[in-house]
């Protein structure tokens, strides 16, 4: 018998919602049905898909009041909540825009006269997504809707952490008959992230490096794709001649946002020592000001940490911290409220690198602030890391940021602002390190990537190929 799964509510502590996993043989059937439906799904053409995507973001629009509640309830946040439900719908929309210019074929003639050629796409018949907690609808959704654009069933491996957000969404599925035979949505925990790698085509996993590792290991022994995107510990360099406002108010907004829980948090800050003290000041005072949305969800911006695990490891961070010589100017505590745990913004100073809260993911809104003495020691330190997701620079001009920028080894830097790609995924990017692996998630090769290139070599005409045999 399966074994059911609680889930715990991150603002009251309760366990008030139930999974069921289901047994590897009913899984493998989801999986199976999927995969017979996507030679339809895949049939209907570009512009048929992107109907029944729209058909699905109407239906999801006349739900977005209980797609709202669940993810509130997932998360214990509710301003983020709403970003989130806004960018997924933004989403479904821009890569419909993109889409039929990515899928076109083309033919064009060869170096060899009478050789035509003409490329294909030819999309994985399934793909699997297992996805985290921290943005339980995005994160899930990311790589699900340009997959099924470029012709793929997907299912999807949602964080028993925070699953709820699913069910609004399979009502809308449900009125959608070209989609929902093909994008299936499957509850569980590791076990059934495990079992779907063993059924699928192709995987993409968003999470920590020793899952991901996992995956990668599980996908090369059955010769699949793996795209995964896991930790990071993002630096923010701030130079001398750096406007102090502005890059305390982004970095702020860069650390705390979603509580820090966000890979793409801002987790490690280095400032000029000429503007240490004055850019360390500005942060404290802007970070008062952050309430938390205690005890309703709409009283502040610093929601609660959804993941009690999590709550250990940021307590654990900062003690850590503290013994070794940090001192703390705000926040500094992991605390009980309604029985949820929560955690303000905390500034830390007198921090190095023998400090977990400068070397691993935190994954909290804590903010490290560290001097450096030249522009280079601050590149070595930002570069003093297993990980390299993304990074952030701010100097007084665009040309100073870009030259530090330019030496930072990580998959997306942005310019006087932080965690840019957190709102826009224009631009292809890869992660460095043991941040990731696989084609860029965002730009063109987001939905590309999906697709295997076939080319069809064609004679245009009867005249003996030079270098056959002479038998007549």
Known sequence: ???????????????????????????????????????????????????????????????????????????????????EIDSFLASIDRWCGLAPE????????????????QQASVPYSLVGVISPWNFPLLLSMIDTIPALLAGCAVVVKPSEIAPRFVAPLLIALNTVPDLRDILIFVEGAGETGAALIDCVDLVCFTGSVATGREVAEVAARRFIPAY???????????????????????????????????????????????IFEEFYHQLIAKAHRLQLAYPSVEDGAIGPIIAERQAGIINNHILEAVEKGAVIHCGGKVEELGGGWWCRPTVLTQVNHSMKVMTEETFGPIMPVMPFPTVEEAIYLANDSIYGLSAAVFAGSEDEALTVARQLNVGAISINDAALTAIMQEGEK????????????????????????????????????PWWFDVH
């Not at 650390?255 to 829980?261: E, K, L, P, R, S």
Request: charged share 20%; net charge positive; hydrophobic share 40%.
């Open 1 to 83: 018998m399966t074994k059911t799964i609680e889930v715990r509510n991150p603002r009251t502590g309760k366990f008030d919602y139930v999974i069921i996993p289901p047994p590897p043989r009913l899984l493998a059937q989801q999986c199976n049905r999927a995969r017979r439906a996507q030679s339809r799904w895949q049939q209907l053409g570009v512009e048929g898909r992107i109907s029944a995507l729209q058909q699905w973001k109407q239906g999801i629009l006349s739900r977005r009041e209980q797609l709202t509640d669940a993810l509130v309830n997932d998360t214990g946040r509710l301003s983020t909540t709403v970003l």
């Open 102 to 117: 990515l899928l076109q074929e083309s033919a064009k003639n060869t170096s060899i006269p009478f050789i035509a050629l």
């Open 228 to 274: 995964l995107e896991l930790g990071g510990k993002d630096p923010a360099i701030v130079l001398e001649s750096a406007d102090l406002d502005l890059a305390t108010s982004a970095i702020l907004w860069g650390a705390v946002v979603n509580t820090g829980q966000s890979c793409l948090s801002i987790e490690r800050i280095y400032v000029a020592e000429s």
């Open 430 to 465: 890869n992660a460095f390190k043991f941040s990731g692996m696989g084609g860029s998630r965002m730009g063109a090769a987001g939905l590309k990537r999906f697709l295997r290139k076939q080319a069809f070599l064609i004679k245009t005409n009867s005249a003996r190929n």
